[in-house]
């Protein structure tokens, strides 16, 4: 048995998978608290029955997007090595920020020792403002974490609630996105300490070993929830990862299409191009911050089942307010989802003074105020598509195959999913001219996205053979290699050391997806190389029966 929880900005959507086959779903209306109906949801939807057979359970949450969103942050002491060529006012993220003086360079040798006497004076400083999370990040340090490392031991006898250091975020190189990261990473660990705390008490309530309960992480992949403690950065944009990975398995795996849930607040679009889901090439961009984190790239507009439709300036304006249910007066609003309504034929008498009060503002029929609308939903999403698609197109090419024939991402049709969708279809597919498809279970797909994934990490190796040294940042692994070292060794040496850390059980769930070997040349002639090797496990993606 697995199951999934989605928490979206107005439900909870649940469901159970059994044998490949959904057994079991359902909708929750999303409370004031969302901690509080989360725990609600999960209580009344797993039976003692469900319990027995689980093999699973996995939880997206929107607790760290929300509080970046709605700029509810821990306040933030950065402490930050930017070495030769960084501009630090670009990269002054924190509350505080102190620059360290000293500098690791782009092959992992020390240049100047990092000044540990002037980086307490920062801490203590920090710590007199009230700040008790804390960042530390220097460039290359995943070629060599040094320096952050003493800053770290430094940091110990200030007793912050919580430190992140940089280089164990990411094994890519990317120095400003690394210390956006880091600074993301700290500023959401309240909350959602809070939230994890609240789902270990679950799990204690409930006798569900720690073992079995999972977070959707951005990339669509999961992690187990006691893993992500210290990395609260990674639930971050879990729902729209859960529905484009809902969507692309209840499309029967795609090809070339676009993935749309339209939920209760937003309507999330994603990419399937050859098979897979388009991801952002160098990291999520989060609020304002480019960073690192490995995530499903997706575009969103603010336009669900629960928008409000009004009149602004003569002109029809829909969401991004919801009407909520705890809201007063709420039969006063009219919503996008009243207007598929009546427009389908399967209205309430009810909206009927709503939609005509609306309607003769522009002294226009209600129909006709019905079609004006959706004509604007549409165009909104519409918008956010080619947005997509020309972001698609326009990305690095890395390949000789796709320089030479020019491949372009042309979707052939529009899986959709959510509530609304099968009202929506008939209009999406009459205006934008592509043929739409609503699967099955489309009312959870989600849920869905999130029970079926699977363990997913990156991995990043560089050995450069004249300092006879070799770094696997994301397993902590820094060791000696010999002079001779080649790339088909490390790719030997990568796969033994992820078999090793125990996270996957088969070297066939490794794949390498990115290698190069460079000579390097001193006075003329050959004195080493610097070899780079990028593996993944492999995406799992559970095949529905039904």
Known sequence: MIVGLDVGGTTIDTVAIENGKVVAFKKFERGRNLIDSVLESLNQFISDEMILNLERITLSTTVTTNAIVQNNLDKVGMI???????????????????????????????VKPVNIESVKSALQNFKQEGIENLGIV?????????????????????????????????????????????????????????????????????KIPLEKIFIQKPDGGIVNLQNIECFPIFSILSGPAASAQGGFVLSNFAKNAIIIDIGGTTTDIAFLSNGNLVLEPYGAKIGKYPTLVRAIYSRSVGLGAESIVKIVDDTVKIGPETKRWYEKGKNEFITFYDILQFSNSCYENSINAGLKSLSSQLNISQENFCKLVISRAVAMIEEKIKEGIEYINNLPVYTINKLLYGEKF????????????????????????????????????????????????????????????????????????????????????LIEKVLKSREVKNQDDVEIVDESSFNMIRSFRFCGRMIRIKAQLKPKLLNLRD
């Open 410 to 493: 042309a979707p052939q049709k529009i899986i959709l999913i959510g509530g609304p969708a099968q009202l929506l279809k008939p209009h999406l597919e009459n205006e934008l001219k592509i043929k739409v498809e609503v699967p099955k279970h489309y009312l959870v797909a989600n849920a869905i996205g999130c029970a079926i994934g699977s363990i997913s990490k990156e991995y990043n190796l560089v050995a450069d053979t004249i300092q006879g040294k070799l770094v696997i940042p994301e397993l902590n692994i820094y060791q000696s290699i010999p002079a001779d070292f080649t790339i088909e060794q490390a790719k030997k040496v």
């Open 138 to 206: 220097g460039k290359f340090s995943v070629r060599n974490p040094q320096h952050e490392l003493a800053v770290y031991e430094a940091a110990k006898k200030y007793n912050f609630k919580f430190v992140s250091v940089g280089y164990k975020l990411s094994g890519k190189l990317n120095f400003p996105r690394r210390v956006f990261s880091t600074y993301l990473n700290c500023a959401v660990y309240s909350i959602f300490n809070m939230f994890y705390k609240s789902i270990l008490a679950f799990s204690q309530e409930r």
């Open 80 to 110: 930050i090595e930017n070495g030769i060529g960084a501009n630090p006012e670009f990269l002054m993220c924190g509350d505080m920020n102190f620059f360290a003086d000293g500098y690791i360079n782009n092959r992992g040798i020390e």
